[in-house]
């Protein structure tokens, strides 16, 4: 289920402490560590899948209600307009962390992204 040398499996498990925004038993949500915007989310799930192409059926359907769920949130919390969901599959689409993410990222009016979030 877990690879030993993933850093997403060890953030996901919680062996590495991470700014958690959301958990339930399929995934873990973090902060990213150079958000493109306030609040610029990862969902990891807390399972090893390389990318797209070996996520589980049921791992697929449920990261995108977590997905909803955060963009929803955020514009409740965070007060961004819209959001952008997006999610690299290989080397060369730009995937740096080989354990499947999608990246929520928030988007505020006039295209101003705000400089930081605590979530607390
Ligand atoms: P990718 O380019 O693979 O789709 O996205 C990887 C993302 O993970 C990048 O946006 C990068 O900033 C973020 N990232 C890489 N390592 C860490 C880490 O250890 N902790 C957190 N919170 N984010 C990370
Ligand atoms: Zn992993």
Redo the contacts with the bound molecule.
């Keep these: 289920m877990l690879d030993d040398n993933c ?1 997403f499996c060890k ?1 996901a498990a919680g062996e ?1 402490p ?2 958690t925004v959301y958990e339930d038993e399929q995934f873990r949500a ?5 958000p ?1 915007s306030a609040g ?1 989310t ?1 969902i990891l799930p807390k399972a090893h899948f390389k990318d797209v192409t070996e996520i589980s059926d049921e791992y697929a359907a449920n990261v995108l209600k977590v997905a909803a769920k955060l963009g929803k949130a955020m514009k409740k919390g965070l007060g961004c307009e819209g959001f952008n969901l ?3 599959n290989g080397e060369a689409a ?4 080989m354990h499947f ?1 999608m ?1 929520v990222i928030p988007r505020y009016a006039g295209g101003e992204d705000m400089v930081s979030w605590d979530p607390k």
């Design positions: 850093i953030i590495i991470s700014e973090i902060l990213d560590l150079g493109a610029h990862l997006v999610q690299n730009g995937q740096t962390v993410h990246h």
